[in-house]
């Protein structure tokens, strides 16, 4: 995700020898359950998870546990919090406060704690744990964010060490116990796969980790701010998968404005989910000005060598800010929107589910394109995540971006 995007992420490339941390710090604590709302199909919600700090990625792991990545509250709340000047003057602070909790036969738990998390002075809009993947029996991966340079991640774990570990997978044990994995922020550094230069010819680098897919013998990962789609093996290798084009300046830059104005239609690319062919499916949230019916989802076909995705290569186009997707076991698509609005974040947002028209001819894109768009939720505050529960409902990150008040609401079917 490119610098101006007012959204979530951030990243760096330095090995540290600190590299396990211990969680289940601040204990359990019980759910309350809110007072249903209506769907805009008839469904109810309730919340099942509340008071989480910028809540991300949502998974379900053994005996149906839900896990939800939270990227933490920075800085925010420590005695002595780093702080530093981030892209377009804003302050942000650093704290280990990013973790991961999860809901357990009607207990919700932190049990993972001590990821790196630099956030606003408030808290809010954290870079952190940005989503998870479960293996096995309790572990997992988890992506951290950086949403800037990995240079500028390098220089700052110059002064507090701990910042190397932003712009990376993050290895979890079902014990709690966590260790940094494959360094995505060096892979963008040596690689800049978008291949965007500077007026100078330098690269244009930006790394933003956030998307996870556990497949076998490693994972897939989403660089927000790279523009790419990354392959981790279990040795910590990483390839390239795909590249998603730039929309360019809209309107061209002006005379005189700086390159930065270039990034602001960049593709931004933020889930990854496996669909019913067994084809990777990527969204996209767009850079500033956020145009509505502009993010796509596009279909990655394993196996294939490493592309560019041009935005008329889309599988599924007419989106505004997706945030994720998932498939349910009936092969429906649900879209989960940041916000809506012709531009920028102005309205609420949305999750729409695509039901495919099995009838029509042309392959699997064709069918999604041809099918029956609706509203399954409408009015929800900056929702991050979208999981189809092993009991059939829909389970979002909602208030994604707020420390403190960051909610899981379920969505009967």
């Not at 499916?281 to 394993?302: I, S």
């Not at 609706?374 to 929702?383: E, W």
Request: some cysteine.
């Amino acid at each position: 995700m490119r610098r101006g995007v007012i959204l979530i992420l951030c990243g760096a490339a330095v090995l540290v020898s600190f590299a396990v941390g211990v969680g289940s710090a601040w204990g359990a604590t019980a759910i309350d359950l809110l007072e249903p709302e209506r769907a805009v199909d008839g469904g109810e919600q309730v919340a099942v998870m509340s008071g989480l700090d910028n809540p991300r990625g949502l998974a379900f792991g053994p005996q149906g546990a839900l896990y939800v990545a939270e990227a933490g509250r920075g800085g925010s709340g420590l005695e002595s919090p780093f702080c530093f000047a981030a892209s377009l003057g804003a302050t942000r602070c650093y704290g280990p406060t990013g973790a991961v909790s999860r809901l357990w036969h009607g207990r919700q738990e932190r049990v993972v704690t001590g990821l790196p998390s630099h956030a606003n002075p408030n808290g809010n809009r954290a870079d952190g744990p940005h989503d998870i993947a479960m293996l096995g029996v309790g572990g997992a991966h988890v992506t951290i964010g950086l949403e800037a340079d990995p240079t500028r991640r390098d220089a700052l774990a110059g002064q507090v060490p701990e910042f190397a570990g932003f712009a990376r997978l993050a290895a979890v044990r079902p014990s709690g116990e966590w260790r940094y994995g494959a360094d995505l922020g060096a892979y963008e550094a040596h690689n800049n796969p978008d291949g965007r230069l500077q007026e100078d010819g330098s690269p244009v680098l930006d790394t933003n980790p956030y998307g996870v897919l556990a497949i076998p013998g490693g994972a897939l990962a989403t660089d927000a701010g790279g523009n790419s789609l990354l392959h981790v093996a279990a040795n910590r290798e990483i390839s390239l998968l795909a590249v998603f084009q730039s929309r360019g300046s809209t309107p061209p830059r002006p005379s005189g404005a700086p390159p930065i104005f270039d990034q602001l239609t960049d593709a931004v690319p933020t889930s990854v989910v496996i669909g019913p062919d067994g084809a990777y499916y990527v969204a996209e949230l767009t850079g500033v000005p956020f145009v509505d019916q502009k993010a796509n989802v596009y279909r990655v076909v394993p196996g294939q060598p490493p592309r560019l995705f041009l935005t008329n290569e889309a599988c599924l186009t007419g989106f505004k800010m997706i945030i994720d997707l998932a498939f349910d076991e009936q092969a429906n698509l649900y879209v989960l929107q940041y916000a809506t609005g012709a531009l920028q974040q102005t309205g609420p947002g949305i999750l729409v589910r695509v039901t495919p028209d099995t009838e029509q001819p042309g392959g699997i894109c064709a069918r999604y394109r041809a099918g029956t768009r609706t509203t399954v939720r409408a009015g929800l505050s900056q929702p991050t995540s979208i999981a189809v529960g092993p009991d059939g409902a829909l389970y979002l990150s909602n208030r994604g971006n707020a420390a403190g008040t960051g909610e899981v609401l379920r969505l009967k079917p």
